[in-house]
């Protein structure tokens, strides 16, 4: 089945160390996306992607960073300058208007 | 800047009521707006979606509305049971379509 997964599905941080969320569709997608979402609170852009190679800062950028080798994956890299990371990490990919979202990644910093 | 609220922020009603969830924007030059369900923990699944030139879309009990020179959309669940029972999300299209603003939420639960 098509699809969008996250990996892993929980993640815990130490304080200064930088940490890497993995999204993998196979829906053959060119447009992706991250999302962050804290609690009583909606989801926030934080990267997105329209093709391979090229991506850009959504609202919410600072302390992130990604990389589009591939068309299939869109990998979101929390550093150390993320001062609040711990929330939901929620990746979606979108073909035409139709947006389809993975289960998401809940990061806590211990 | 596009800011989306919604409003109520939680809602519980008996199960069998019909029930309207609202959503304002500010900025009308939108593409389209969307309605997602989101159950808790879990990714957001799509309801339907609604083109800026078009009033309204339906899907089984629901029935998504648009009036964008208002900047408002309801979203009318009829005959509710409690499987509906799940946050809703809505969230608009930048005109160039590239991406989504979502609101806050509301949070619903119904009351077998």
């Known amino acids: 089945d098509g699809g969008i997964t996250q990996s892993p599905k929980y993640l815990f941080r130490k304080e200064g160390q930088n940490v890497t969320l993995s999204c993998e569709q196979n829906l053959n997608h060119d447009a992706m996306y991250w999302y962050r979402q804290d609690p009583g609170q909606g989801l926030r852009l934080i990267y997105y992607?329209?093709?391979?190679?090229?991506?850009q800062k959504g609202d919410i950028a600072e302390g992130y960073s990604v990389s589009r080798e591939k068309k299939e994956s869109f990998p979101l890299t929390v550093t150390s300058a993320q001062k609040n990371p711990t929330a939901f990490y929620l990746c979606a990919s979108k073909s035409g208007d139709g947006y389809t979202f993975g289960s998401g990644t809940r990061l806590t910093v211990v | 800047k596009q800011e989306v609220t919604q409003i109520p922020a939680a809602l519980s009603v008996p199960e069998g009521e019909n029930l309207v969830l609202n959503c304002s924007f500010t900025?009308?030059?939108?593409?389209?707006l969307q309605w997602f369900r989101q159950d808790p923990g879990k990714g957001l699944t799509s309801l339907l979606l609604?083109?800026?030139?078009?009033r309204e879309q339906t899907s089984g009990r629901l029935n998504a509305s648009l009036d964008k020179s208002s900047g408002r959309s309801t979203l009318y669940i009829a005959a509710s049971q409690p499987g509906d029972s799940a946050t809703y999300l809505c969230a608009v299209s930048d005109f160039g379509n590239e991406k989504l603003t979502f609101g806050t939420g509301t949070r619903l639960t119904i009351i077998p």
């Open positions: 900025d009308s030059a939108i593409y389209n």
């Open positions: 992607s329209q093709i391979v190679n090229d991506f």
């Open positions: 609604i083109q800026s030139s078009q």
